[in-house]
């Protein structure tokens, strides 16, 4: 069984920075990523990333706001997100073993317990 945990969630203002980090009991080979869900709206992907570090992806919505990453030798995946928006308020899941390519997905076999980010305004 793998165990994802996820840690760095908070409550910030408007405008500031959050880093969310993964710590993965065994990294997925291919791929790792993260998704949100807010309360009432439907799960939304956010960012995706091979585990070979050749590409990686944040979604239109955080793009040039976001930034996804890791660490391979400690197992650890990370989420940079600064100028941080209200909108952006979301429980936020590290997840591995995307159900088909590595892309922005909501559809993965592994993800953790998620972590609360809340924004105001």
């Known amino acids: 069984r793998v165990d994802l945990r996820e840690s760095g969630g908070g409550s910030v203002q408007a405008g500031g920075s959050l880093r969310l980090s993964c710590v993965a009991s065994q990294y997925h080979r291919y791929c790792m990523g993260w998704f949100r869900q807010a309360p009432g709206k439907e799960r939304e992907g956010v960012a995706a990333?091979?585990?070979?570090?050749?590409?990686?992806y944040v979604a239109d919505s955080v793009k040039g706001r976001f930034t996804i990453s890791q660490d391979t030798a400690k197992n650890t995946l990370y989420l940079q997100m600064n100028n941080l928006k209200p909108e952006d308020t979301a429980v936020y899941y590290c997840a591995g073993d995307p159900r088909g390519l590595c892309e922005i997905t909501t559809e993965w076999a592994l993800r953790g317990q998620g972590t609360q980010v809340t924004v105001s305004s």
């Open positions: 990333i091979y585990t070979s570090g050749v590409r990686s």
